[in-house]
């Protein structure tokens, strides 16, 4: 365990030895934490990036009171319990080095006459056998009994009542996830989707449920977990402690409350929290999460290479004719309801009535309860106007009918897209707003509330199946974006395809509302908190992103790999064995010669590569089609000689059994070959270390699909108002897919395996040079410019060298001792009295004892 100085902040490292590259990650990170700014960090895969965050930021934490929280945003599930693995061992790391310094410090304050008792020699009975205190000894073997983890290999996770409790300070960490992954409740936990939990669980928490169920008790049928959450009260506090997923739950089922209501609860008292990437980049769901995070929270976003997209897709929005359909059910639903309302209970409506002229604010229309089916609106809360709901839809049926015209336009927007005088169009929002304003009579000031205006008005009629109304929903989100942002420079456009549907031959007309701009998410975010972490394995080239996102990083570095042997083999394939140029461009892609050299290739490589191949493709179509043909010529037949095939489909399920099925093959040592698609489920998640994937494939480079109209509109959109020009940023997008698609073999310095870019543009030096530094220092000149012969000769010599044992002295040699750590910081400068007033000079310090 190495616990060291860091440019005057003591870092508790969980682990023996260091990398070099490590600890130049937690400087940068820490020089950006002192500035108080924003950084960009990319480091190699397989590195230890996730326990140098979290060892840098807790430590920090630590050292600096006044910091605020680590909120650390992930992507998937399985990241987000590897984090909060990770960083249960380096909180109980830090508590373990905090008490042995306690307790040291307590024998060094000691009484004299104890030392005194004890220079004389060990008293009677003791088993010393020399000079030592007994009790330092009885104070070692506690040390040594303490377990850092569990049984099962595991650090502690749950509550921890020892000591002082989580990393020797009484940290408090959580997860937060939907209710699928936390709900305890048998009956809700057997549904089958997320919208199905979510429904369920509504209608035995909302605040009308409730007060029915108090006013009548066993008339509905509530959640006795959160009736006993709610019971509690303010005692429903949650000890220091780490928690995943799985401890929560415990936890709940422990105490009988509900963990999904009571981690809601505790954010505001955790220290550490990790969730998803919506939880804050999503207006909608920011709202009910982060709204109360303070301005001294440090925010990670971890794999955040295609954070940009993730910004772009929370402000936008796709209307089909069967959404259009569903709304206008779902609007006839509510006026029945509404009838239905004024007949028996007339007050509730004219409440609402009431509120609505106080304005949204004024009457907490935008912060309901929290166990109530509310609605958060995409309109970010800059852009929330304050004042009141206008006079023509406060009434609910006027609202309905407001609604109502808004649908019938979208559907004659629909229809003359998709009639034999249509096709694709492309408007401005205040165009298309214009247009709407002219053809319905209404006004834009109203579009404006129409979210939230649908969300007071589920709430009055007591809606807990908000999943029905997502048609509606999206419809009036489409409303209020629209309204909002038609003002000033067009940051969205509307694009109308008359068949947005993926299916051949379908016809599925769409209207898209789409955000050009990724820094209108984020934007917020950089202004609210003063220290944004973005980081990951693949940001390169990483100048293009305070550009995308608007920001000005105070840290912007790429650090390279130390390794002890070329554990990477980066290699370019321009030709075929027949020496004819093979590339996925679009006048290439169909050519048979091209098709023949690609199946040849692969052939050759699996019959050459042990265990695991992965191949990734630049589109579903492209991947079908290769395949279709390769059957046709045999190549499927000749590949499966030497390795089980699996193919990655749309399907999850599916996906999700070939993968099993892959590594089965994989373990049995029959291999196995798993073809795959660029920007898919499996080039963004899964990891294929060890013997899974001894070489990644890219067959092409995956480019954005050009003919896309919302592609279009914001390259275009990139060009006029961030001087990015189109080529620039394409290449960028391309690349970042392909170096995430081949950092999939990688994940330790002990791995090893093969990258293989089959498309003759990669080696263009324009291309390869956006490729991460990590990449790069491993890809000289032999390694470009190859025909699959000549490859096939580099993968055969680098299986030989990486099947040879691994030198241990020299696996050390990339790990850093604490004493080489140390050197790497040096001491400051040391006053020296004699050299006068004010005089100072350098002293070397002595090296450590220990």
């Keep these: 365990m190495v616990r060291f100085d860091l440019d005057g902040l003591e870092v508790f490292f969980p682990y023996p030895r260091i990398y070099l590259e490590q600890h130049q990650y937690m400087r940068s990170l820490k020089q950006s934490l002192d500035a108080g700014g924003h950084c960009l960090l990319e480091m190699p895969t397989g590195t230890g990036k996730t326990v140098c965050l979290l060892s840098l930021i807790t430590s920090y934490q630590y050292a600096n009171p006044s910091a605020g929280k680590l909120v650390y945003c992930t992507r998937t599930v399985p990241e987000m319990n590897s984090v909060m693995e990770e960083l249960g061992t380096v909180l109980a790391y830090r508590s373990e080095e905090l008490q042995k310094q306690e307790m040291e410090n307590m024998e060094n304050s000691r009484p004299s006459d104890d030392i005194e008792d004890t220079a004389m020699g060990p008293p009677r009975g003791d ?23 569990n049984d099962d290999g595991k650090p502690p996770m749950g509550p921890i009542i020892d000591g002082r409790g989580a990393g020797g300070s009484g940290i408090l960490a959580l997860c937060l996830s939907s209710r699928r992954n936390m709900c305890v409740h048998e009956r809700v936990m057997a549904e089958s989707d997320r919208e199905a939990v979510d429904s369920a669980c509504r209608d035995m928490t909302s605040s009308w449920v409730i007060e029915a169920s108090q006013k009548n008790p066993g ?24 928690y995943d997923l799985e401890e929560l739950q415990k936890w709940g089922k422990q105490k009988g409350w509900c963990p999904y209501y009571l981690t809601r609860q505790a954010i505001n008292h955790a220290n550490i929290l990790v969730y998803n990437y919506q939880y804050m980049l999503d207006p909608k769901v920011a709202k009910m999460v982060s709204k109360e995070l303070e301005s001294e929270t440090i925010v990670v976003f971890d794999e955040a290479h295609n954070i940009d997209s993730v910004c772009i897709e929370a402000l936008s929005v796709t209307i089909n004719d069967r959404g259009l359909e569903q709304a206008t059910r779902s609007l006839g639903r509510l ?6 309302q004024k007949a028996s209970d007339s007050q509730r409506l004219q409440q609402e009535y009431q509120n609505l002229v106080n304005g949204l604010i004024d009457q907490g229309l935008l912060d309901a309860p929290a166990n109530d ?11 929330v106007l304050s004042e009141a709901v206008p006079g023509n839809i406060r009434r609910a049926e006027h609202f309905i009918g407001f609604m109502k015209k808004v649908v019938e336009h979208l559907k004659a927007r629909l229809r003359s897209v998709a009639g034999p005088n249509g096709g694709v169009r492309s408007e401005t929002p205040l165009a298309f707003l214009h247009r709407m304003t002219n053809g319905t009579s209404l006004e834009a000031k109203p579009l404006r509330f129409a979210y939230s205006r649908l969300s007071s008005l589920l709430r009055t009629l007591q809606v807990s199946n908000l999943d029905d109304f997502n048609a509606l929903t999206d419809v009036a989100d489409f409303a209020s974006l629209l309204a909002t942002y038609s003002e000033g420079i067009a940051k969205f456009a509307v694009v109308m395809e008359p068949n947005g549907s993926n299916i051949p031959g379908a016809t599925d007309p769409v209207i898209q509302l789409a955000c050009l701009d990724s820094s209108l998410a984020i934007a917020p975010l950089f202004k609210r908190f003063g220290s944004v972490v973005i980081t990951s394995g693949t940001l390169s080239p990483i100048d293009l992103y305070p550009k995308l996102l608007q920001f000005e990083p105070c840290v912007s570095e790429s650090l390279s790999m130390s390794t002890f042997r070329p554990c990477i083999r980066p290699l370019v394939i321009t030709r075929g064995s027949d020496q004819l140029n093979v590339s996925t461009r679009y006048e290439d892609r169909g050519d048979m010669g091209v098709i023949r050299n690609y199946g040849a290739m692969l052939v050759e490589l699996c019959s050459s590569i042990p265990d695991g191949v992965v191949a990734f493709f630049t589109s579903y179509s492209y991947m079908e089609s290769l395949i279709s043909e390769w059957d046709a010529l045999g190549i499927l037949r000749e590949l499966t000689k030497s390795k089980l095939v699996f193919i990655e489909t749309k399907d999850v ?17 029959r291999g196995a070959v798993f073809l795959s698609v660029a920007r898919g489920k499996v080039s963004e998640g899964i990891n294929f270390d060890r013997h899974y994937g001894r070489a990644v494939i890219m067959f092409g480079i995956p480019f954005q699909y050009t003919l896309s109209h919302r592609l279009r509109a914001r390259l275009e959109y990139l060009q006029t108002h961030y001087q990015i020009r189109e080529q620039d940023f394409l290449n960028f997008d391309a690349l970042r897919q392909a170096s995430q698609c081949v950092g999939r073999v990688i994940r330790s310095k002990t791995d090893y395996g093969l990258m293989i870019f089959a498309d003759s543009r ?20 032999a390694y470009l410019n190859l025909s699959t012969d000549m490859a096939i000769a580099h993968v055969k010599q680098f299986l030989r060298l990486m099947g040879q044992p691994i030198d241990q002295e020299a696996l050390q040699s990339v790990l850093l001792t604490l004493e080489e750590v140390q050197k790497l910081n040096p001491a400051p400068a040391q006053p020296n009295e004699s050299a006068g007033d004010g005089g100072a000079m350098i002293v070397e310090s002595a090296p450590s004892s220990n």
């Excluded at 000079?131 to 983890?149: C, F, L, M, T």
């Excluded at 990669?762 to 000149?781: E, T, V």
């Design 127 to 149: 088993n010393g056998d020399d000079g030592s205190s007994p009790q330092k000894k009885k104070a070692r073997r506690v040390y040594s009994a303490k377990k850092k983890k």
């Design 762 to 781: 990669y080696n263009r030096y324009d291309k390869r040079s956006k490729l991460p530094k990590w990449i790069l220092q491993f890809m000289n000149d």
């Design 373 to 383: 089916a509310a609605l958060g609106s995409n309109v970010l809360n800059p852009d």
């Design 335 to 340: 006026s029945s309801e509404v009838s239905r």
């Design 653 to 669: 399920v599916e996906t999700t059994l070939a993968l099993d099925n892959y590594r089965r093959a994989c373990d049995c040592g």
């Design 219 to 242: 008339s509905v049928e509530t959640c006795s977990y959160y009736d006993n959450f709610q019971a509690a009260g303010e005692s429903t506090t949650m000890p220091s402690g780490v």
